[in-house]
């Protein structure tokens, strides 16, 4: 069973920037990268960024430019740094890989103030 446990979310000005972080344990099969989703209040899930195994990454277009997917491969940790946070951020966080077939974390929080 795979554990994904995410963190760094908090409360923010728009225009203001925070990273947050997932920790990804247990057992683990073969995969090809992870990604982050968020979900807003009353919307379904999204994906917003994702990184492969063979470095490349992609970006949900409202979010290039601003937010920075990487994975640290010593640690099992994936990040996303989130720059010039915007109000239509405002979601809770979470990781998976690609295909988002791994049971779903906490997630965590994000919220910009405008």
Known sequence: QVQ?????????????SLRVSCA???RTS???????????????REPVARVAFDGSTLYRDSV??????SWDNAKNTVSLQ????KSE?????????LNGSW???????VTVSS
């Not at 989130?82 to 946070?85: A, H, P, R, V």
């Not at 049971?103 to 929080?109: A, D, E, L, R, V």
């Open 30 to 44: 073969s995969f090809h990268g992870l990604a982050w989703y968020r979900q807003a209040p009353g919307r379904q």
């Open 64 to 69: 290039k430019g601003r937010f920075t997917i």
């Open 24 to 26: 990804v344990s247990g």
């Open 89 to 97: 951020d405002t979601a809770d966080y979470y990781c998976n890989e």
């Open 4 to 16: 994904l446990v995410e963190s760094g979310g908090g409360l923010v000005q728009a225009g203001g």
């Open 82 to 85: 989130m720059n010039s946070l």
């Open 103 to 109: 049971p779903w974390g906490q997630g965590t929080q």
